[in-house]
Every structure is written in C-alpha cells, then in structure tokens.
C-alpha cells in the first residue's frame, strides 16, 4: 500500500492559519487503480460528530439505567410491603387458629380433669371395697 501525499500542503511553521483552506490537509491513498482523498476538516467534523452521538448514546444509557434503578427500587418496595402484609396476616391467621385450638383443648382439658376425678373416686371407692373384704375374710 503506498501513500502519497500532496505537495502543496500549508507550512506547519506558520503561526495562524490564514482561512479555513488552510487548515485542511489533504491525503491522496493509491490502492491499485483506487484513490481516496481525505479532507482533514471533514474528518474532525465526522469525528465530532461522532463524539457527539456517543456521549448523547452514553447519556441516554445511564438515564435508562438510573430509570431501571428507579423501577427495581420502587419494586423492592412494594414487594417489601407486600411481603409484610402478607407476613402479619399469616400472624394474624395462626392467632386466631390457636384461640380455636385453645377453645378445643380447654374442654379436652375439662373432659380429661373429670375423668381422672372419676378414676380417683373410682380408685378409692375400690381401695375401701378391698379393704372391707380384707376386714371380712381375716
């Protein structure tokens, strides 16, 4: 690839350029049968052009993203929320299952109370049997 440039380029000694033409610098690219000429004053335009569409590309990048942030924070919130309703419900659920079951277990408790009451009576009722016949057969 060979690269010829054109001989007629401003001096780079000059102090100020004198119009726009002379900051330009112009490049001739010979390819085969191919040239490019390269305009250095369109080229900074294109890259600043360039430049200025990623940094707006950037731009709306962390604005999606701080959005993004925005909407996953209010989420969790909700979630958060949500969760703990659910939480104090289930709360209140088991309390009003225990109430019940204590209700339940309370006349199981009363039932059993009366039963070994009997029992009792039944064991000393059975002890003073025992020891009547004992009296009567010595």
Do not use: W
Request: with cysteine; charged share 25%; hydrophobic share 30%.
């Amino acid at each position: 690839m060979d690269y010829f440039y054109d001989k007629e380029l401003p001096s780079t000694s000059s102090s100020a350029p004198t119009s726009p033409e002379a900051n330009t610098i112009s490049c001739t690219l010979s390819m085969g049968d191919n040239n490019l000429s390269v305009n250095l004053a369109d080229q900074t335009s294109s890259l600043d052009d360039i430049r200025s569409k990623v940094e707006q590309l950037v731009e709306r990048i962390n604005t999606s993203r701080s959005s993004d942030q925005k909407e996953i924070d209010t989420y969790q919130k909700e979630l958060s929320d949500k969760l703990l309703d659910m939480c104090q419900s289930m709360k209140d659920q088991l309390f009003t299952v225990y109430e019940d079951n204590n209700v339940k277990i309370e006349e199981k408790l009363a039932e059993l109370s009366e039963i070994l009451s009997n029992c009792d009576q039944l064991y000393h009722e059975l002890l003073e049997a025992t020891q009547a016949l004992s009296h009567l057969l010595h």
